[in-house]
């Protein structure tokens, strides 16, 4: 499917528009064309808030993270205050890349390799060698760049232009009913990290299908799901989010489900339907959280190219499953479920990506299971299109 000149020609887009029961999905050049991925770099993923790790990516004072964020070099670092800030990973004095991809430890401060130009963790640029005789320089005016970084309980979010309503306006409704799983309590303590030849919407999508489990995973998840049911419910916002509720009880994030190997038992902040059942909250544009009932999974796309991306799966515990001294042996159950079924994910991810390649490929129809992605189509376009970001709130029941 070759792209248009005019990529922003409504028509083009009139089977996505549809109600989710009666709409297309997205033409291929949303996969595969670089005008494309530009735009929804520019629109959609810079001034929106993404999903960029838990706290504890950075544990101690001078830990840092440097990665690239939508085309933002960019670098996490926990102050002495214990605050975690995020700063453009370029030096103020001649703009030299600061610090190398990766995670590691600073001891004492931020120092440039190119002339030595020092910054606390908090950005502050307390040492400029080479500046004695320029005129007017103030070391107050070079700091480091700030960029915008909030959290969810102990989940970090970077909106690079500083543009967003606050983090908590975005997540609207859904700060409060999460607050059953306690966010400030969850601690991730596995990220595993895999490129992906494929757009970072089909990781999204994915996600969002509900009916690939009996078939994708029906060698692995299966047996979890065995009692497998339609979503009990969709449910979209108001704020920037949707999400399906699974009603179900014991696991479902072990191979072999509730007759399975011995799990964590329930998170014991949760009661009412969050102890009997699951969520998958996707907050727009792109972090796909997984709320269980013994534990949860999240996430992190970064968009590298139209057909390349990052994805960083983390998996979460209640903090006080971290106490037990049987705490190891038994996540690694949980570990290894995760590894399976990204797998298989993977694999199903990047034939989507060859397939939106063809060009005969033509655009498909969504089914029930399948409501969510509709859903995050229209926000996705109406964000290509500049259109308002609307207070939205439906709640679909299953028939
Ligand atoms: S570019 Fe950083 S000190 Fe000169
Ligand atoms: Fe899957």
């Given at each position: 499917?070759?792209?248009p ?8 887009y009139a ?11 997205l ?7 670089k005008?494309?991925?530009d735009?929804?770099m ?7 808030w ?11 004072p ?8 939508a085309?933002h070099?960019?670098i996490?670092?926990?102050g ?18 600061l ?16 002339h ?10 307390s040492g ?12 107050k005016?070079y ?12 989940f ?5 232009t500083?543009t967003?309503p606050?983090?908590k306006?975005w997540?609207g ?5 999460s607050a059953?799983?306690?966010?400030d ?6 990220r ?15 996600f ?6 009996r ?11 065995e ?5 009990a419910?969709?449910e ?5 989010w949707?999400?399906?509720?699974c ?5 479902r994030s ?6 399975g190997?011995?799990?964590f ?12 059942g ?11 959280f ?11 796309v970064?968009?590298i ?17 971290l ?5 190891e ?19 199903i991810?990047q ?14 129809r969504?089914g ?30 299953a028939?």
């Amino acid at each position: 499917m070759t792209a248009p000149r005019d990529l922003l020609n409504p028509e083009y887009y009139a089977g996505v528009r549809r109600r989710p029961m009666e709409a297309e999905i997205l033409p291929g050049w949303c996969y595969t064309s670089k005008e494309w991925f530009d735009m929804e770099m520019e629109r959609i993923i810079r001034p929106s808030w993404g999903f960029i790790g838990h706290a504890n990516r950075v544990p101690n004072p001078g830990d840092y993270a440097a990665f690239n964020y939508a085309g933002h070099p960019v670098i996490v670092v926990r102050g002495r205050d214990m605050k975690v800030r995020a700063f453009a990973n370029t030096c103020r004095h001649r703009g030299v890349e600061l610090l190398p991809e990766g995670e590691s430890n600073l001891r004492g401060a931020i120092k440039c390799p190119y002339h030595g130009w020092v910054y606390g963790f908090d950005g502050a640029l307390s040492g400029a060698a080479g500046m004695e005789k320029a005129k007017g320089f103030d070391r107050k005016n070079y700091g480091l760049t700030a960029i915008r970084l909030e959290q969810w309980g102990q989940f970090m979010f970077l909106n690079p232009t500083g543009t967003a309503p606050s983090l908590k306006d975005w997540l609207g409704t859904l700060w409060n009913e999460s607050a059953a799983y306690a966010p400030d309590d969850l601690v991730v303590t596995r990220r595993k990290s895999y490129v992906l030849d494929c757009n970072w919407k089909i990781i999204v999508e994915n996600f969002n299908d509900e009916s690939h489990i009996r078939t994708v995973h029906a060698k692995s998840l299966l047996d979890t799901t065995e009692k497998y049911q339609a979503p009990a419910f969709y449910e979209y916002g108001p704020g920037r989010w949707v999400t399906s509720y699974c009603k179900h009880e014991g696991t479902r994030s072990m191979i072999g489900g509730v007759d399975g190997p011995q799990g964590f038992g329930p998170m014991p902040s949760l009661g009412g339907r969050y102890a009997h059942g699951s969520y998958h909250p996707t907050i727009f544009p792109h972090a796909c959280f997984g709320l269980c009932i013994d534990n949860g999974w999240v996430l992190e796309v970064l968009p590298i190219a139209p057909n390349k991306s990052r994805l960083t799966v983390n998996v979460f515990f209640h903090k006080s499953a971290l106490e037990r001294p049987d705490f190891e042996q038994i996540a690694e159950r949980y570990y290894d479920r995760f590894d399976v079924s990204t797998d298989e994910d993977n694999i199903i991810q990047q034939a989507l990506q060859r397939g939106y390649s063809s060009p005969d490929y033509k655009p498909g129809r969504l089914g029930y299971e399948e409501l969510a992605i509709n859903w995050l189509h229209n926000w996705w376009l109406d964000r290509m299109f500049g259109l308002p970001d609307k207070d939205v709130q439906i709640d679909e029941r299953a028939a």
